[in-house]
C-alpha cells in the first residue's frame, strides 16, 4: 500500500483483488472452456410422459371395449361391421397421430398374442389369415392420418375438420388397405369386393360424425386434448 492509502497495481498489470474487480475471476464454466472441455447440453424433455401413456392405454381399452356388442355380417359379406372403427377415429381426433396409432399398435398386439379383444370374441394370430386382416391392420394408418389432419387444424380445429379427418383415416384409408387384402383372401374380383364393402358406408359415415361430435365436444372442455396443444408442448412439428 502507498503513502496515499491506494493499492499499487500489480507488476503483472491483473486487476487487484483490492480494487473490487472481480469481473476476471474465472468461473466454473470459463475453467472448462480454459481446458477445452465443454459442458453437454441440458437433457431435451421426454416427448412421452405418463400421462400419455395413460391415454394411450385408455383407447387401447376403448377400441376393445367397443368390440363387447359383438359384430354383425351383413349381404353376405365376410368382414364383419363393428362399433371399434369408431374407437379408431376418436383415438385420431383426440390423440393425435402417433399416440393414436400407438394405442391402436397396442391393442392389435394384445390381440396377435391371444386376447380376445376384436368384436366376437376373436384373437390369434389366425386373424391374419381372415378376409378381415387388411382391415384390423389398417386401423393403425387410419387413426395416423386422422390424427394427421386434426392436428393441422390447430388449437381449435372445427367439426368440419374433425368429420374429414375421421372419414380419410378412420373410412378411406382403411377400405384401402381392407378391400385388397379381402380380395386375396377370399379369391373375389377386387370390384365385387369394393361392392361389397360398399355396404360399411352408412355406418361408417354415422360413425364419423359421431367421432367428430364427441372429439368436439371433449377438447371444448379440456382445450388440452387438441392434438395441436400436445405438439407445441413437446415442440413437435
Same mark, same amino acid.
Given at each position: 500500500?502507498?503513502?496515499?492509502?491506494?493499492?499499487?497495481?500489480?507488476?503483472?498489470?491483473?486487476?487487484?483483488?483490492?480494487?473490487g474487480d472481480t469481473s476476471a475471476a474465472p468461473g466454473p464454466a470459463a475453467a472448462h472452456a480454459a481446458g477445452g472441455v465443454r459442458l453437454p447440453p441440458p437433457a431435451a424433455p421426454s416427448a412421452f410422459s405418463g400421462a400419455d401413456l395413460a391415454r394411450v392405454s385408455v383407447f387401447a381399452a376403448l377400441i376393445a371395449v367397443l368390440g363387447l356388442p359383438g359384430a354383425l355380417n351383413?349381404? #353376405?359379406?365376410?368382414?364383419?361391421?363393428?362399433?371399434?372403427? +369408431?374407437?379408431?377415429?376418436?383415438? %385420431? *381426433?383426440?390423440?393425435g397421430s402417433w399416440r393414436a396409432a400407438l394405442a391402436v399398435t397396442v391393442l392389435i398386439v394384445l390381440v396377435l398374442a391371444g386376447l380376445p379383444l376384436l368384436a366376437g370374441g376373436r384373437?390369434?394370430? #389366425?386373424?391374419?389369415?381372415?378376409?378381415?386382416?387388411?382391415? +384390423?391392420?389398417?386401423?393403425?394408418? %387410419? *387413426?395416423?392420418?386422422?390424427?394427421?389432419i386434426v392436428e393441422r387444424g390447430g388449437r381449435a380445429p372445427g367439426t368440419v375438420r374433425l368429420v374429414a379427418a375421421c372419414l380419410a383415416g378412420g373410412v378411406a384409408v382403411i377400405y384401402l388397405i381392407g378391400v385388397p387384402v379381402q380380395a386375396a383372401v377370399t379369391g373375389l374380383p377386387l370390384a365385387q369386393t369394393a361392392l361389397l364393402a360398399a355396404a360399411f358406408l352408412p355406418g361408417d359415415l354415422a360413425k364419423a360424425v359421431l367421432a367428430a361430435l364427441i372429439a368436439r365436444g371433449t377438447q371444448r372442455a379440456y382445450p388440452g386434448a387438441v392434438p395441436a396443444a400436445g405438439r407445441l408442448r413437446t415442440g413437435g412439428n
Open positions: 500500500m502507498t503513502d496515499d492509502g491506494k493499492t499499487p497495481p500489480r507488476p503483472d498489470g491483473a486487476p487487484s483483488a483490492a480494487s351383413v349381404f #353376405g359379406n365376410a368382414v364383419p361391421i363393428t362399433l371399434q372403427t +369408431l374407437g379408431v377415429m376418436l383415438a %385420431g *381426433a383426440i390423440l384373437g390369434g394370430l #389366425g386373424v391374419l389369415a381372415g378376409p378381415s386382416a387388411g382391415f +384390423l391392420l389398417g386401423w393403425i394408418p %387410419g *387413426a395416423a392420418v386422422t390424427g394427421w
